[in-house]
């Protein structure tokens, strides 16, 4: 078959129109088909050519086949083709070629009613879920401290050095960071009434009782909450979670409960840090812009927070750290299959752990004003 | 069967030469090189971890060796630009590689939509046609990867491999994971395509089914080094490494089969 060597298939076609018969010459592919349709379409007005000579023709593929064969197929008659050429055409006259199925769809306004009953249905599950695997994390994790021998010490502590240690830097300097912007922030504000002293007040009370620990547990949900629904999703994916379950090893023992204890030890003593931190961004900022020195600094923080201040602050850290672990764990084990569903039930897990915690929060703000504390 | 290369020109259509890739200190490919003449069938085998995916990786450009070069047409394969490349070879990959946010139908039409001047209306006619020259009714057009079987997931893939109508076809390992009827149907298929669309199809298998009934030549790789030759002449190899490979219960039933 003298195919022209070395000729790339974008090669030219040629295209001679001698009125009712056109003669079509070079090489009929993929590339070269829309020229053909255009010279087909623009003489359109004259109707359809009777016949395509075709003898001129050295190269054809599947795309151009499909093309000719769609010609025949309106009373079109193809003229000197060559037999490895009529070969082609046969072919994908044989096969049973039917249009594409369109995808279904619905009416802009259905779509939306769907999209929002969907919506709700998956949230409803979802609170259900939720319920169900907090009462199995509770169970797991109760059953872990009354049985010891259970516990995974070292597995406890690779999490705590994870979640906890190679946080600290991060956390640092968010929360001297925070209190820099409630700083910068209260001075503004306050400096016309004269009152650009309580300042301090301000940076103490709010460090202590909300953004340290709000900052750092959003920074953990984001940091070791996605990590603990990456690490177990790809279990899952590659069926290692089954492994376990085989060989008689619960997953919710040696997954679940050394990540949940792991954190419930480490978000509150990040707290403490990240609280120690904030007041150290408060010396700084009280230093630079009201020229307090440090001592009395110190001095204006005992008088305006004390240790409930510090307390309201820590007591939330395990409430936190529980939801972001169970909502991290509950996600990587609903992983299914695919890899990619790694991905959306990471984004899920910190998505809705870090709205789950700013809720908690805002529910701990109204329980301590209605207790007083 | 042995003579199933379509061309009588010598020309090799794909050539590797003095293939060298290293993995640390291990040695994968030691020098190999490889002729696949337009139109033939060319099976590698080798054992596990023998390097084959790597060759075939080589041989499609995506894995730059140590050292040697692989020639297209005799051109470097280096030196062919992104159109030129998609228009000459069209891979299959293990896993098939389908877009998993595309349906099959877009999968298909990606590389018209990318490399051809053709209208979007004029795209779907072609993507129908390459599906259903790959064996897949139209109502799989609309699914998405993850709604596929393992057969129609390696037919799809099939079906966006031949987009743009390659001259060279390499698959890797195009029937491992299935059942032996849509296995046998693969084979099929790339015995069908060569048949009638003259692709020169270069084939990754450990599947003896495969080499015995499509491939025209085999190169088994063994220690680094490429033996090509005809099934029958491997079978009937000096070493004893070689026939070790394409003899025993699985070959002699794989022969048996071929014959049927």
Partial sequence: MPRAPKTFPASAIAIEAHGARIAVKGSLGVRTLPELGEALASRRDQAMPRTIELGALSELDTSGALFLSSLRARGVSLTGLRPEHRDLVELIEGLELEPLPKPRSLPRWRELVVETGRGFDAAWRDAYDILAFVGRAVNAVGRALTHPHALRPASISRHIDEAGVRALPIIALMAIMIAVVIGYQSVAQLRPYGGEDFTINLVAVSVLREMGVLITAIMVAGRSGSAFTAEIGVMRAREEVDALEVMGIEPMEVLVVPRLLALLIALPLLTFFADVMGLFGGALISKALLDVSAAQYFDRVRQAADVSDLAVGLIKAPVFAFFIGVIGCMHGLRVRGSAESVGTETTRAVVKAIFLVIVLDALFSVLFEKLGL | ?260
């Fill in chain 2, 1 to 260: 069967m042995n003579t199933r290369a379509h061309s009588n020109r010598a020309e090799p259509i794909l050539s590797a030469r003095g293939i060298v890739n290293r993995f640390g200190s291990q040695r994968v490919h030691d020098r190999i090189g490889l002729d696949v003449l337009p139109g033939e069938i060319v099976g590698i085998a080798g054992g596990s971890g023998s390097g084959k995916s790597v060759l075939l990786k080589t041989l499609a450009g995506l894995h730059h060796p140590n050292a040697g070069e692989v020639r297209v047409q005799g051109r470097r394969i280096e030196t062919l630009v992104a159109a030129e490349k998609a228009a000459l070879i069209g891979v299959l990959f293990q896993q098939g590689a389908l877009f998993s946010s595309l349906s099959v139908a877009q999968n298909v039409m990606l590389p018209l939509r990318e490399h051809t001047a053709l209208p979007p209306s004029a795209q779907e006619p072609v993507a129908a046609m390459k599906l259903a020259l790959a064996g897949l009714a139209a109502d799989a057009a609309v699914k998405f990867p993850s709604q596929l079987s393992g057969g129609m997931v390696k037919r799809a893939a099939l079906a966006r491999a031949l987009a743009l109508d390659p001259r060279i076809l390499l698959l890797d390992e195009p029937t491992s994971g299935l059942d032996p009827i849509t296995a046998g149907g693969i084979d099929d298929l790339i015995r069908k395509l060569n048949d009638s669309l003259r692709i020169t199809v270069i084939v990754v298998t450990h599947d003896l089914a495969t080499l015995f009934s499509i491939c025209s030549r085999v190169a088994l790789l063994v220690d680094g080094k490429l033996t090509i030759d005809t099934p029958e002449g491997l079978r009937q190899s000096s070493e004893a490494s070689i026939r070790a490979f394409l003899s025993g219960p699985r070959a002699e039933a794989a022969m048996t089969a071929r014959r049927h």
